[in-house]
């Protein structure tokens, strides 16, 4: 209902002052355009109403470029346009089970081709950190750190301090790290070492997020 009736607000004061001489030539959103015009076409920046609503740039008369469209079954499609067809990259939302859900897909002629996946992780900030693994062991639902070593966890660490976005904390001699979490999952480990020759302590800290689900180990070297 708002939707219709800021439609209409758009809608009357424009025809009531004559300042709609611009055409869009797809049916779908030949209703109403505001926006720049060339030659009667709509062109460069404007929006349009019909079918779906449509901001964003324009190239004789059709959607061509950058632009996002608001359909009427609530999604959302904000990507790359050609004559009026959904074209390159662009980002999909939807709700699915009630939950709001966005993708990536690469578009041809308005049909999806293929899903653009996100990076399996994201190291977001490492610090005194010399050599920094992170691999996949399987399907499963944890994350393990390994601070200092390969394959366990060192004993000559202190002050360890961990944060999970989800998950259960398991922080034992030979396991620290989350189990049964919900991915995507961000997580942070911070801790004190000693250097090679023991006359200094440094502090250790990595923030990582893991976008795929997996059985997953971060092996932290310094």
């Known amino acids: 209902m708002k939707t219709k009736i800021l439609f209409l607000a758009i809608i009357f004061p424009l025809i009531a002052a004559g300042q709609i001489p611009c055409k869009v030539m797809l049916k779908d959103l030949d ?5 720049k015009c060339k030659n009667g076409l709509a062109h460069g920046q404007g929006e349009a109403w019909g079918k779906f609503h449509y901001k964003g740039k324009f190239t004789e ?3 061509q470029g950058q632009g996002m469209a608001e359909y009427p079954d609530g999604s959302v499609y904000d990507g790359s346009w050609k ?4 074209d390159g990259n662009g980002t999909l939302s939807t709700i699915e089970n009630g939950k709001p859900v966005k993708r990536i897909w690469v578009w041809e002629n308005d049909v999806k081709q293929k899903e653009v996946l996100p990076p399996a992780y994201k190291v977001i ?3 005194n950190i010399n050599r ?3 691999y996949k062991q399987g399907e499963g639902s944890y994350v393990w750190f390994y601070p200092n070593s390969t394959g366990g966890v060192s004993s000559d660490l202190s002050d360890i301090q961990l944060s999970g976005s989800n998950g259960s904390e398991i922080n034992q001699s030979q396991k620290i790290g989350y189990e049964n979490v919900a991915f995507p999952f961000k997580g942070s480990i911070r801790y004190k070492s000693w250097n090679k020759l023991r006359t200094t302590q440094f502090e ?4 990582i997020e893991i976008t795929q689900s997996g ?5 932290i070297q310094n």
């Open 215 to 219: 059985n997953w180990v971060v092996e």
């Open 83 to 86: 004559k009026g067809l959904r």
């Open 61 to 63: 008369g059709y959607p």
């Open 204 to 207: 250790i800290f990595l923030e």
């Open 132 to 134: 920094l693994r992170v």
């Open 125 to 127: 900030t490492q610090r």
């Open 31 to 35: 209703s109403v355009y505001v926006g």
